[in-house]
């Protein structure tokens, strides 16, 4: 009798995930950085990264609302070290707001540092300027040692404090809401 139940509950679970849509779980939304790498170009070393962004439906859904979505991308160059921790030599940090206007139908993303605002006619298209970082000036070769071993690191975290005080609660409590990636290392190359 137990066996015929645990055998029922089984398919009938396996049918329930058969129906549920991939999507709907929260592993396919969210930030990674892809690949990232660093280069040196007279005297100065730039990043260089590509970035998956990918939205959760809850995410996608307030933006089309008009709730403004905010990422900022943290970037440190570090001096590693056999002792304690690593060494910070240069931390840098600058954000994007990106914010769905109704009556134009555009999608709008601002750099909060710079005041540059760009305007697109999709989602996909928004997201695609957001993904990709060139020729990032990360630190000036005379900063660092040629003896020494250093790496970049860069991570990109989404700023829940900026949503609108309502959906504060929910966006901590919901995974839809988690997305932030880790911490990417590349080497500094010499």
Same mark, same amino acid.
């Given at each position: 009798m137990r066996e015929s139940l645990n055998s029922k509950t089984a398919i009938l679970l396996c049918l329930l995930l058969s129906?549920?849509? %991939? /999507? $709907?779980?929260?592993?396919?939304?969210? =930030? *990674? =950085?892809?690949?990232? #790498?660093t280069s040196l170009l007279d005297g100065n070393y730039l990043l /260089? $990264? #590509? %970035?998956?962004?990918?939205? *959760?439906p809850r995410a996608e859904q307030a933006l089309? *609302?008009?709730?403004?979505l905010i990422w900022t991308y943290h970037i440190? =160059?570090?001096e590693l070290r056999d002792y304690l921790w690593n060494q910070t030599i240069e931390e840098k940090n600058f954000s994007y707001r990106m914010q769905f206007h109704a009556l134009l139908n555009m999608y709008r993303i601002k750099? #909060?540092?710079?005041?540059i605002v760009d305007n697109f006619?999709?989602?996909? $298209? $928004?997201?695609? *300027? &957001?993904s990709t970082l060139r020729d990032f000036p990360l630190i000036d070769k005379a900063k660092i040692a040629d003896s020494n071993t250093y790496v970049a690191k860069l991570k990109i975290t989404f700023e829940r404090d900026a &949503?609108? &005080?309502p959906l504060r609660p929910v966006a901590y409590l919901n995974p839809q809401w988690y997305l932030s990636s880790d911490w990417y290392i590349c080497p500094l190359k010499k």
């Open positions: 129906i549920v849509p %991939i /999507s $709907a779980f929260p592993g396919n939304t969210g =930030v *990674s =950085v892809k690949t990232a #790498e /260089s $990264a #590509e %970035i998956g962004f990918h939205l *959760s089309r *609302s008009g709730v403004p440190k =160059v570090q750099n #909060e540092n710079n005041g006619t999709t989602l996909q $298209a $928004a997201l695609d *300027s &957001l &949503l609108p &005080l």
